[in-house]
């Protein structure tokens, strides 16, 4: 018992109030998201479907491309992540939004 307080007080009282604090940074627009992160937490249920299959993919593909360990293949990985990130943009303002808005009107209220 004495050990879940002491995680109390050494994590969650500092978790809460640094948590608030940026909330309250955000509610009086003391904080500017840039767009892009903006645009990346709209479609984190896209990128959450689409991560695995696209990243199995391309590390399939970098595999036949014999890649050596390396400046090469960290480079190649950063670009795959990047563009699966876009992809997921790509993937929820042009089919997962429309889709929605389209169920919506049909009756069935999602919510985005």
Do not use: D
């Amino acid at each position: 018992m004495e050990n879940y307080f002491r995680r109390v007080l050494l994590f969650g009282i500092p978790s809460f109030l640094i948590i608030t604090g940026i909330v309250s940074y955000e509610l009086n627009k003391m904080v500017k998201v840039p767009g892009i992160l903006v645009s990346l937490g709209e479609a984190s249920y896209s990128l959450y479907l689409l991560h695995l299959p696209v990243m199995a993919a391309g590390v399939g593909i970098l595999a036949k491309l014999n890649l050596q360990a390396g400046m090469e293949i960290h480079a190649a990985v950063i670009v795959l992540l990047i563009g699966v990130c876009l992809g997921s943009i790509l993937f929820f303002k042009w089919i997962e939004k429309p889709l929605i808005s389209r169920l919506n009107r049909s009756g069935t209220k999602l919510k985005i």
